[in-house]
């Protein structure tokens, strides 16, 4: 959840703040670590993701190529199927 800096940003009511959650895997995880690069190829410790609502989230840090990459599927409500087909299990 990200929120607004108030001495940056215009006031924003309670609807702007949303629980915006991320589900991987840890092989997904270990995957996605791996993968983060800076742009000069160098293991990136940190990565970030950009979205102004839950149509679309891409990765906007840690891309060495800086392509977007699409995250939206990783969203826990996308991901709940799969996240009661685990713990089923």
């Known amino acids: 959840m990200y929120a607004p ?5 215009t006031k924003v009511n309670a609807d ?7 589900l991987f895997t840890l092989k997904e995880m270990k ?3 791996a993968s983060c690069l800076t742009r000069k190829g160098h293991p990136d410790k940190m990565f970030g993701f950009g979205f102004d609502d839950e149509k679309k989230i891409v990765q ?16 826990l409500a996308n991901r709940i199927a799969s996240l009661k087909e ?3 299990a």
Do not use: A, I, Q, V
């Open 60 to 75: 906007t840090r840690g891309d060495k190529d800086r392509h977007f990459k699409e995250f939206t599927n990783y969203l």
């Open 16 to 22: 702007w703040y949303k629980d915006c959650t991320l």
């Open 31 to 33: 995957d996605f670590m």
């Open 5 to 9: 800096d108030p001495s940056k940003t």
């Open 86 to 88: 685990k713990l089923s």
